[in-house]
C-alpha cells in the first residue's frame, strides 16, 4: 500500500478517503518489517557485557561509586571477566565508577597496548 502512494503527502491520502491511521499503521509495519534482524542480538550483547561488568565491579570489593585509586583492580578486573578493551571503553559510562575512574582505567587500557 505505502508503495502505490509514494510520495503523496498524507493529508491528500486522507482527503481521498483513506484514514491516515490506516496509513500510519501501515508504514509501522512497514518500517517492523524491514528493521535490521540482528537489533535484538546486539542488545542481547550489550546486556550480557554489562552483566560481566558488573560483576568485575563487584568483584574489586570496594566500595562505590569505585574511586580512581581501584582503576588498576577495576581494570585487571574487567579483562579478567571476558571483556575485551573496546568493550570496556563503552561500558564505563554504565558502571557505578567516578569519571577520575573511567579516565583512568582507559589510560591504563591504552598504556598497556591492550585498548
Known amino acids: 500500500m505505502l508503495a502505490a502512494l509514494r ?3 498524507l493529508i ?9 491511521s490506516l ?6 509495519v512497514t518500517r517492523a ?19 560481566l561488568a558488573e560483576a568485575a565491579v ?15 583492580r577495576l581494570a585487571a578486573e574487567l579483562l579478567a571477566h571476558g571483556l575485551e578493551p573496546e568493550e570496556v571503553v563503552g561500558l564505563l559510562p554504565h558502571l557505578p ?3 577520575a575512574t573511567a579516565d583512568e582505567v582507559v589510560a591504563i587500557l591504552r598504556a ?3 585498548g
Open 33 to 51: 518489517a524491514t528493521a535490521p534482524a540482528d537489533q535484538g542480538s546486539a542488545d542481547d550483547d550489550l546486556a550480557g557485557s554489562l552483566f
Open 112 to 114: 598497556t597496548g591492550i
Open 97 to 99: 565508577v567516578q569519571p
Open 23 to 28: 496509513v500510519r499503521a501501515a508504514e509501522a
Open 7 to 9: 510520495d503523496v503527502p
Open 58 to 72: 563487584t568483584a574489586t570489593g570496594a566500595p562505590l561509586p569505585l574511586a580512581p585509586e581501584t582503576a588498576e
Open 12 to 20: 491528500e491520502v486522507e482527503a481521498e478517503g483513506l484514514p491516515l
